[in-house]
């Protein structure tokens, strides 16, 4: 089992920045990866890490602006985001899958965290 902990969340002004923090507990997790859900939007992908870290993928409406990236030591996934906008306000979600193969799909990953709150407002 693993257990995931989001935190880092909050409200921000437009152009300000925010950095999450997934703690996780547990067996060891292959990629680690974080997805958003808006109000009556579905869930959907954000960035993805392998295990070594030498591999990341991102949704292209956050590219250049969000970077992934983890410690192993710590057991720990972070999410550095800049340049907010409206449209990232949303739960943000940690979600771990055991094979070491990103994947964008929600239901590839077998743990999720309980989410945190981002708005981004002025």
């Known amino acids: 089992q693993v257990q995931l902990v989001e935190s880092g969340g909050g409200l921000v002004q437009p152009g300000g920045s925010l950095t999450l923090s997934c703690a996780a507990s547990?067996?060891?997790?292959?990629?680690m990866g974080w997805f958003r859900q808006a109000p009556g939007k579905e869930r959907e992908f954000v960035a993805a890490?392998?295990?070594?870290?030498?591999?990341?993928a991102y949704a292209d409406s956050v590219k250049g602006r969000f970077t992934i990236s983890r410690d192993n030591a710590k057991n720990t996934v972070y999410l550095q985001m800049n340049s907010l906008n409206a449209e990232d306000t949303a739960v943000y979600y940690c979600?771990?899958?055991?094979?070491?193969?990103?994947?964008?799909?929600?239901?590839?990953?077998?743990?999720w965290g309980q989410g945190t709150q981002v708005t981004v407002s002025s």
């Open positions: 979600a771990a899958r055991r094979y070491n193969a990103i994947v964008d799909r929600p239901s590839e990953y077998y743990y």
């Open positions: 547990g067996r060891s997790s292959a990629v």
């Open positions: 890490i392998t295990w070594s870290g030498d591999t990341t």
